[in-house]
Nanobody, 120 residues
Framework: QVQLVESGGGSLQPGGSLTLSCTAS????????MGWYRQTPGNQRVLVAS???????DYADSVKGRFIISKDSAKNTVYLQMNNLKPEDTALYYC??????????????WGQGIQVTVSS
């Protein structure tokens, strides 16, 4: 059993910075893959940042140079550092982690979603 809890969302003005956290609890051996998605009403959930245990990261064009995905394995926590936020970044943000829970077992897990609102 694994649960993901997201935190760090909120409202702020354009140009500000915010860091989201996604903490896994339960039978976590290791976080192997990580991703942050966002969704706005009436639209599909889209991937904005991803990473692997090898340190490789990738970003959607809309956030490149502004967002950074990272992991603290000791805390079973993944972060999304968001800089120079824009109104178009307003969305519900979800983390998705690929987690090993045993010698062989591996599954993807989703966070509950957390709101980020950027407005003047």
């Amino acid at each position: 059993q694994v649960q993901l809890v997201e935190s760090g969302g909120g409202s702020l003005q354009p140009g500000g910075s915010l860091t989201l956290s996604c903490t896994a609890s339960g039978s976590v051996f290791a976080i192997e893959t990580m991703g942050w998605y966002r969704q706005t009403p009436g639209n599909q959930r889209v991937l904005v940042a991803s990473g692997t245990s090898k340190g490789r990261t990738d970003y959607a064009d809309s956030v490149k140079g502004r967002f950074i995905i990272s992991k603290d394995s000791a805390k079973n926590t993944v972060y999304l550092q968001m800089n120079n936020l824009k109104p178009e970044d307003t969305a519900l943000y979800y983390c998705k982690l690929g987690i090993t829970t045993g010698p062989i077992a591996f599954d993807d897990y989703w966070g509950q979603g957390i709101q980020v609102t950027v407005s003047s």
